[in-house]
């Protein structure tokens, strides 16, 4: 069963504008975080934000923020101001508990993000 | 401060051929883990390693073997090579503390393609 899902391949934004991209997830575990990343044509993958389950507060990180619904099981990313260079692709990632008490990331398909001027 | 790093970033092979990926990491991370990324998949685990000498199955482990000899090092080799295992690989790092709040640590990707 899918446990991340991204439901927007693509997305547009005009230069300087705000974008939201979706998010939602499945886990019946009641601790667990939410990444998102951003890989760019070059092919990198850079860690943008984090969300713990318990945060009170959603997560901002300069020009990103998180929109966290708990009850809607959301963690939709906000990128205000949209820059030329946030122009890439962007994965969700959730932590889910590996056996041994260890833990792994899984990933949404992605979502690919182009900055019109 | 080299972070992750993978080795070759390019490879072409042929159905059949064997080859071993390099992954080396200097944050002395306890975990790490391969990946692989195909079109509309996002990233799948294949092998991860929570210690050295440790080494366990993921998502997609069928094909692939790993090694973790040294703390700093995940190999992930291919023994028979298939267009299947086509894909972008990702080797990735994180501290023993887990990835509860810690992002991983990517490496910059291996290009593999097998014709």
């Known amino acids: 069963a899918q446990k991340i899902t991204q439901t927007q391949p693509g997305m547009f934004v005009q230069e300087k504008e705000a974008v939201t991209l979706d998010c939602t997830y499945d886990t019946s575990d009641p601790s667990y975080g939410l990444f998102w990343y951003k890989q760019p044509s070059s092919g990198e993958m850079i860690f943008l934000i984090y969300?713990?389950?318990?945060?009170?507060q959603n997560a901002t990180e300069g020009r990103y923020s998180l929109n966290f619904q708990k009850a809607r099981k959301s963690a939709n990313l906000v990128i205000s101001a949209s820059q030329l260079g946030d122009s890439a692709m962007y994965f969700c990632?959730?932590?889910?508990?590996?056996?041994?008490?260890?833990?792994?990331?899984?990933f949404g398909a992605g979502t690919r993000l182009a900055v019109h001027p | 401060n080299a972070g992750v790093t993978q080795t070759p970033k390019f490879r072409v092979l042929k159905t059949g051929q064997s080859m071993t990926l390099l992954c080396a990491q200097d944050?002395?991370?306890?975990?790490m883990y391969w990946y692989r990324q195909d079109p509309g998949m996002g990233l799948r685990l294949i092998h991860y390693?929570?210690?050295?000498?440790?080494?366990a199955k993921g998502e997609v482990p069928d094909g692939y073997n790993v090694s973790r000899l040294k703390k700093q090092n995940f190999l992930l080799g291919l023994e028979s090579a298939a267009p299947s295992q086509t894909s972008v690989y990702f080797c990735?790092?994180?501290?023993?503390?887990?990835?509860?709040?810690?992002?991983?640590?990517f490496g910059n990707g291996t290009r593999l393609t097998v014709t």
């Open positions: 990632a959730m932590r889910e508990p590996l056996s041994g008490g260890y833990n792994k990331l899984i």
């Open positions: 944050m002395n991370h306890e975990y």
């Open positions: 969300q713990g389950s318990y945060d009170q």
């Open positions: 990735a790092s994180s501290p023993q503390a887990g990835i509860y709040n810690s992002p991983l640590h």
């Open positions: 390693s929570v210690g050295e000498g440790t080494t």
